[in-house]
T-cell receptor, first 113, second 109 residues
Framework: DVKVTQSSRYLVKRTGEKVFLECVQD?????MFWYRQDPGLGLRLIYF???????EKGDIPEGYSVSREKKERFSLILESASTNQTSMYLC????????????FGPGTRLTVL | DAKTTQPNSMESNEEEPVHLPCNHS???????IHWYRQLPSQGPEYVIH???SNVNNRMASLAIAEDRKSSTLILHRATLRDAAVYYC??????????FGKGTSLLVTP
């Protein structure tokens, strides 16, 4: 079975802190994704990566950056956390070509105070 | 992206079959039909996917209409652990998944 793990299930940070969210997948997938999920807004794509050191902006990249130094690991960085970044963060991975099924991690519930 | 329409909620008794419908009348020829489910405070879990033919796996079955404008996820014997929000999604080119509102399935003992 595909396994995607995220570094924390719950995280509480203060406004202005730099926050690192880590995601690791064990299936040698090329593609990795970071989403956030908020009530009433569904899933929104922040960034994705289709190869090591490659990244593409999603729909809401502002206030975030990413790093992919190794194929299995994709990090999401909040440069200066703000209260409007309180959310559920979801990492996913997939392997092209279509159907390109995405497999998700358990999620990190981030609260910024 | 092509859109899907699902009922907001459904209810089932434990150990009975459940048929979760999804309409996708604007589906294109290259769109795959994916189903995911999500429990509260957890990440979405892949359930099944298909293109044109019906599909079975250990979790569920997917019945796809001949014109591909609708599909049905079938849980053969619902358990309490199947209570979740079920999402029907079309995927083709592009990466972002459009998760809509899904169907909230309630399973009662």
């Amino acid at each position: 079975d595909v396994k995607v793990t995220q570094s924390s299930r719950y995280l509480v940070k203060r406004t202005g802190e730099k926050v690192f969210l880590e995601c690791v997948q064990d299936m040698d997938h090329e593609n990795m994704f970071w989403y956030r999920q908020d009530p009433g807004l569904g899933l929104r794509l922040i960034y994705f990566s289709y190869d090591v050191k490659m990244k593409e902006k999603g729909d809401i990249p502002e206030g975030y950056s990413v790093s992919r130094e190794k194929k299995e690991r994709f990090s999401l960085i909040l440069e200066s956390a703000s209260t409007n970044q309180t959310s559920m963060y979801l990492c996913a991975s997939s392997v092209p070509p279509p159907p390109d099924t995405q497999y998700f991690g358990p999620g990190t519930r981030l609260t910024v105070l | 992206d092509a859109k899907t329409t699902q009922p907001n909620s459904m209810e089932s008794n434990e150990e009975e079959p459940v048929h979760l419908p999804c309409n996708h009348s604007t589906i294109s020829g290259t769109d795959y039909i994916h189903w995911y489910r999500q429990l509260p405070s957890q990440g979405p879990e892949y359930v099944i996917h298909g293109l044109t033919s019906n599909v079975n796996n250990r979790m569920a079955s997917l019945a796809i209409a001949e014109d591909r404008k609708s599909s049905t996820l079938i849980l053969h014997r619902a358990t309490l652990r199947d209570a979740a929000v079920y999402y029907c999604i079309l995927t083709s080119s592009g990466y972002a998944l459009n998760f809509g509102k899904g169907t909230s399935l309630l399973v009662t003992p």
